[in-house]
């Protein structure tokens, strides 16, 4: 029986790197619009009655992450604490029945969890930083055996004592 996720259509890779570029533009756009003007975090954490000093380790996240999700380096991670963290600042922030702008960003952030928790289940893609890294570790691990095994071969032709 053949496996169904070696038959993947072969745009998979690239629409896989287009989402992932789509939703970590998203973010690194907010989190530029937050190094612009802070102030607007630093009011609505004030009101949701965090430390104003929580503003630039927020920027950092979010950009750190997002970044890291665009060039495909520790997607799921990344993904995942993004998406752990937006829920957590959506619901903080943004959950307020009565206020209809609210919900709609609530749930605009619920679209995009949904979107990260995707990344998180089918990984990477093809066209991923990661790729690059594990194919160099993959050709050094080869490069080794290659040296062992001549090393190997080395003693086997050298026998200190002759057999008697």
Request: no cysteine; glycine share 8%; proline share 4%.
């Amino acid at each position: 029986m053949q496996d169904i996720a070696q038959n993947k259509p072969k745009y998979q890779g690239m629409m896989q790197a287009t989402a992932r570029i789509a939703i970590a533009s998203f973010f690194i756009g907010k989190a530029a619009g937050l190094i612009i003007d802070p102030n607007g975090m630093g009011q609505m954490m004030a009101q949701g009655e965090l430390p104003g000093y929580l503003v630039w380790p927020n920027i950092a996240f979010e950009f750190l992450a997002a970044f890291s999700i665009m060039i495909g380096l520790h997607t799921r991670l990344a993904a995942a604490l993004l998406a752990l963290y937006l829920f957590w600042s959506s619901f903080l922030f943004n959950y307020a029945p009565g206020n209809a702008e609210a919900i709609n960003t609530f749930w605009r952030d619920l679209a995009m969890i949904g979107g990260l928790l995707l990344l998180f289940a089918h990984g990477r893609g093809a066209y991923a930083f990661d790729n690059v890294l594990a194919r160099k570790e993959a050709e050094a691990k080869e490069t080794k055996a290659r040296e062992l095994d001549a090393e190997k071969l080395e003693y086997a032709e050298y026998e200190p004592y002759p057999a008697q």
